[in-house]
């Protein structure tokens, strides 16, 4: 089944602890990205990757860090958390960045972290 | 960057009413995108329309690119399309991508 996969589905953490969120996706896209959802802001977009060892910023990336080693892979790290980024946390990928209906995003199931 | 602007926020309908939900943008773009978030919180893509119109059962889009505007409309509503509505923006040949701050509709039975 063609789907993009986060883990862990929830994580409590506390500050200052080094975690990751893992992405990965099974339908060979080129384009995969993170989002951060909170009340009342929508999805903002955190970093985003055109391709494999091609990462750039999105609006919101401070205190994240992400690479792109494989195409299939995008981990979202947080070096140290802090309790402003607790969040609901989404990774989609398309076939593209840019270019038509490739561009249509995939989004996986999200990960809800809280940090303490 | 690209602002985005989505109307109404909240929208709540009896079952079997039509509806329909605006996206204004502030610039130029290649790439727009409707997503329903179900109470579960999945996102789901619903339309890849930049222009035009498309219809997929009771669900169409049309966007006025010249106009900057994108419409959703539902038609017929069931309970099961309660949830957030969210356009979704990349501007020209770009990664970055913008949401709306979303519609929430709430269908009752």
């Known amino acids: 089944e063609a789907q993009v996969t986060q883990n862990p589905r929830y994580l409590i953490t506390v500050t200052g602890k080094k975690l990751t969120v ?3 996706q099974n339908m060979n896209h080129e384009y995969m990205s993170w989002y951060r959802q909170d009340p009342g802001l929508g999805l903002r977009q955190i970093y985003y990757s055109m391709n494999v060892e091609v990462t750039d910023k999105g609006d919101v990336p401070e205190g994240y860090k992400v690479s792109r080693k494989e195409k299939r892979n995008f981990p979202l790290i947080l070096e140290s958390p ?3 980024q607790t969040s609901l946390y989404f990774c989609a990928s398309s076939l593209f960045g840019t270019g038509g209906s490739g561009e249509k995003l995939f989004f996986g199931s999200g990960t ?3 940090v303490l | 960057g690209i ?3 989505q109307s109404p926020p909240d929208l709540i309908l009896q079952e079997g009413a039509n509806s329909t939900l605006r996206c204004n943008f502030s610039d130029s773009v290649n790439n ?3 997503f329903h978030q179900n109470p579960w919180g999945q996102l789901i893509n619903l339309f890849y329309i930049p222009s035009g ?3 997929n059962g009771r669900l169409s889009a049309t966007t006025v690119a010249t ?3 994108s419409l959703l409309y539902i038609s017929s509503s069931q309970t099961t399309d309660s949830g957030v509505y969210f356009c979704a923006l990349k501007a020209n040949n770009a990664g970055k991508s913008t949401f709306g701050d979303g519609t929430t509709l709430t269908v009752k039975p």
Do not use: A
């Open chain 2, 53 to 55: 119109t498309k219809q």
């Open chain 2, 3 to 5: 602002q985005v602007e």
């Open chain 1, 82 to 84: 802090s309790p402003n």
């Open chain 2, 67 to 69: 106009e900057r505007y």
């Open chain 2, 32 to 34: 727009l995108q409707w």
């Open chain 1, 112 to 114: 809800q972290l809280s």
């Open chain 1, 22 to 24: 893992t992405c990965s």
